[in-house]
Structure formats: C-alpha cells, structure tokens
C-alpha cells in the first residue's frame, strides 16, 4: 500500500539532525554535543503549577487559542520583552511548541506554486512543510556574509510568486542574529510588498551581546511572529509555543489549529502562565551560564584553529571543518564519533549549504564541555 502514499510525503527526508542522532545513540561513553535542549530542569514554580492543575482536574479542552490568563500574559510578556503590542483576545494562538505554530502558518499562506525564501544554512523544520503545501523553498546562501540574511541577500530571490521570507533569528545552527538596521531595512523593503515574514523567535531569551528585536516591531501588518517556552524556560517536553500576528491573519490560522490540535494540552499551559508571569525572567541565570560556556567554547575552538562565527543567541557554534578533512560532514561526524567518541550534528542536516561544517551545542556543562573539546582535538590532531 505504500505507492498510494502521499508523494510529498514519500519525497520527504526524516530530519538529519534526528537521522544522525539515532544512528549513534546506541554508541557507549559518548560525549554528545549534539543535543537543542537546554540542560537545566524546568524551573520548580513551573512544575508546582502543572501539578497544581492536575490536582485541580483542570484537565478538559481550553478555548482552541488556549486560556484567556495565558493569552495575556503571553501578550504582556513580548510587550515588556521587545516593545510588541497585540491583542489578547485575536492576536495571539497557544500552539503545540512552535512546531505546530510554523505548520499551521505554512498551510495557512501558501498555495500551490508559491516560494518562500530561507536563509542557508538553516533548522531542517521548515522545507518538508512548505514542499507538503506544495510551496517552494528558496534557499539564499549566507555563508560567506557571516551568516547574516540582510536584504541585500535577500532581494535578487524576490519574484512574484514570493508569498513568505522566513527569518529565523537568533539562529539554529549559526546562533546568529541581526541588528535593529538589518532588520528595519528589511521591513521598509517590504512595506510595499504583498509578502509574509515568518519570525521565529523561539530563542529571543536567549542573546547575550545585545537584546533581541523582533522584526515585526517594524512590519507588525505582515508578520507572524512564533515564540514558545521551549528554550527560555527549559520546557521543550511541555510542548507550549506561541503564534502572534494581526487579527486578520490569526483568524484564519486559528481555523488550521483548530482541526490539527483543537487546543494545547491544558495542563501546560497552567505550567505556562506560571513560566510567563512569575518566571518571567527565568531565562537570566540560564544566559550567564550559557555566556560563560560560549567563550569557553569559542576560545576553545579559535584555539584549535578552526574557522567559527561567534555566535550572538541561541547555544550552537557552525564550525567549518578544516580543509585537510576530505570528508563530507555526515561522514566527519560519523568517523569522530566512532573514533573519539564525541557526538556533532553534520552540517548538511541543515539544508546543502551546511555542507562542510558541523553544528556544535553547548547546552552542557562546562565539565562536559572541556570532555568533549578535547576529544575534537585529539581527533583533529590524527587527521592532519
């Protein structure tokens, strides 16, 4: 029965990130830098909460755009947050993780034959969904502009059947962000123009040489903002995203979430509000930690010579792999992990302009950290 799959299903790939994970897993004492989950636990007032809503059987169907308290206090959070303003009551939808939040705005914008322009390298969740919608995905190759997807990247891939730009920041695998210029010059670019832009900012929380700007602060009218708890709080288990967007866009969205999900878990989102309100800074001592790993982990790597942007946000260092390698990057990945025993994600996994790097996280301790740095050298060290 397999030929009467869905043949843009059958043409899609499972994720590298995940293909590559699975493939090793099963390897004893390995050190895995792999991983795009913070390490620390989700914090306790969160937990309380969750469990406070199951001893209270809060335990039914919510609104399909989730509970009116959380709603706000979604809104209250990117107003303090990043100067956003929407509206409580249509402007905001509580999603299944920014997964589902970036499926429902796919199937909700495109049409058959339309394009959307990504950034290359980029997170492998985005492709498969515009090719099920029948879309085209249009990678623009921002290696050699220090990752950064400006527009003047951006505007030789424009034609009339550009119907979204996805602007992924800060940046899986790049850690990357951009700057209030490069942002506003995109905005008023595309002013004029019949064009979505998908922000996904589930990493806002996490920037460290500068405070994350959303693109929609300039362009509200055409974007789609996504953000979740996944990062910022520790809760990708809980599976809590957030989409914002003018109410002429969420209203329709809103029909796609209701038939996919009928509503996040309730549960959840009771752990959420709690996350949003009282822990509205939790994300702080993560940051400082996270800072302390990154320029361990930079020198680290500067130090072995390789050739690595420091990265602003998120937790991933794209290291390309030097050039006396002579392998493509799953093959890299797979001989070090098999060699020395340290796990990376190979950079094809994020699209073909991946190719010839590797993504490392440093969403571990420093103790495992410095383990697994030296295991890459010793490596490095054989091969040249």
């Known amino acids: 029965m397999e030929h009467l799959i869905n043949t843009k299903v059958q043409n899609i790939e499972v994720s590298g990130i995940r293909k590559f994970y699975n493939m090793v897993s099963h390897i004893d004492d390995v050190i895995s830098l792999t991983i795009g989950q913070p390490d620390f636990q989700t914090p306790e007032h969160v937990k309380q909460a969750g469990i406070e809503a199951i001893e209270d059987n809060f335990t039914s169907y919510t609104h399909n755009a989730g509970i009116s308290e959380l709603r706000i206090a979604a809104c209250d959070f990117v107003a303090k947050k990043y100067h956003l303003a929407y509206e409580p009551d249509s402007e905001v ?10 499926d429902i705005t796919f199937r909700t914008i495109l049409a058959e034959g339309t394009e959307v322009i990504l950034p290359g390298p980029i997170y492998p969740g985005y492709e498969p969904i515009i090719r099920m919608c029948g879309a085209v995905p249009v990678h623009v190759d921002i290696r050699e502009n ?19 730009i996805v602007m992924p920041y800060p940046s899986n695998p790049t850690g990357v962000s951009l700057t209030e210029s490069e942002l506003k010059e995109i905005a008023d670019y595309l002013k004029e123009r019949d064009i979505f832009v998908l922000a ?7 920037t460290y040489d500068q405070p994350h700007i959303s693109i929609a602060a300039f362009l509200k009218e055409k974007t789609i903002v996504i953000n979740g708890l996944s990062k910022s709080h520790s809760m990708t ?25 009928s509503c996040a878990n309730s549960i959840a989102q009771k752990a959420a509000l709690a996350a949003l309100t009282t822990g509205i800074d939790d994300a702080t001592p993560m940051k400082k930690e996270y800072i302390i790993r990154r320029d361990y982990v930079y020198n680290r790597l500067s130090t072995m010579g390789l050739r690595v942007v420091k990265p602003d946000g998120a937790f991933y260092f794209f290291v ?7 392998l493509n990057s799953f093959d890299f990945a797979l001989e070090m992990v098999h060699q020395t025993k340290v796990a990376v994600v190979p950079g094809s996994a994020f699209s073909e302009y991946g190719e010839g790097y590797f993504r490392l996280s440093f969403a571990c301790s420093l103790e495992t950290l410095e383990t697994g740095l030296n295991r890459i050298e010793t490596y490095l060290n054989m091969k040249k």
């Open 320 to 326: 390309k792999i030097p050039d006396f390698i002579q």
């Open 146 to 164: 220090g990752f950064r997807f400006t527009l003047e990247m951006i505007k030789p891939y424009l034609t009339d059947k550009t119907r979204c």
């Open 200 to 206: 996904d900012e589930i990493y806002s929380e996490l």
């Open 237 to 261: 288990g809980w599976r809590i995203g957030f989409l914002f967007a003018p109410k002429d866009i969420t209203k329709h969205i809103l029909k796609v979430h209701q038939y996919n999900v």
């Open 93 to 102: 939808i509580v999603t299944v993780g920014a997964s589902e939040a970036i």
